[in-house]
């Protein structure tokens, strides 16, 4: 599949087969991440790869939504504390942006759909995940297989988004 009909057809997915996310397509998905420019490549991030199977009722204290745990697989991203370094929400969230932007699209393009979710509760993941000091959850996305059709897609127009040289 050419990038830009990659990135055209990418779409949010919020119901989910129960079909398991084969291992080397999460592999795949997996190195596509690692593989992402982080800042002065320090690789500040961690992912938590989280089956949902049996502990669907423990995960939606995360986020109460039946779609996210009706996706097989739960990726969290997770920023690391530097010893001598300290925590800067926004150059991890840019780091991490990077990083899930190249998570999904590589889900995307083996088939697999996915949606990012920002908006949990943070101490519920730490708990659940055990998460030590240093390490701060970020976002967590979805990873299975969409059960129906996606939503067409509705984007503003080119002109409205870009200016060139100045405003």
Request: aromatic content about 8%.
């Amino acid at each position: 599949m050419e990038f830009l009909e990659l990135v055209r057809n990418r779409s949010s997915v919020r119901a989910y087969k129960s079909t398991p996310v084969e291992d080397d397509k999460l592999d795949l998905i997996l190195e596509a991440a690692r593989l992402a420019p982080t800042g002065s490549n320090r690789q500040a991030f961690r992912l938590i790869v989280i089956h949902t199977a049996g502990r669907e009722e423990e995960l939606k204290s995360i986020y109460n939504r039946d779609w996210f745990v009706q996706a097989p697989v739960l990726i969290c991203a997770c920023a690391v504390s530097e010893e001598g370094q300290p925590y800067r929400e926004t150059g991890h969230y840019r780091n991490i942006g990077i990083v899930m932007d190249h998570l999904i699209l590589a889900a995307a393009s083996l088939g697999l759909g996915s949606c990012w979710i920002g908006a949990y509760d943070a101490e519920a993941a730490r708990r659940i995940l055990g998460l030590p000091e240093e390490i701060h959850p970020v976002v967590f996305a979805t990873l299975g297989y969409a059960d129906g059709e996606p939503r067409p897609k509705v984007r503003k127009p080119i002109e409205e988004l870009v200016r060139y040289e100045r405003w």
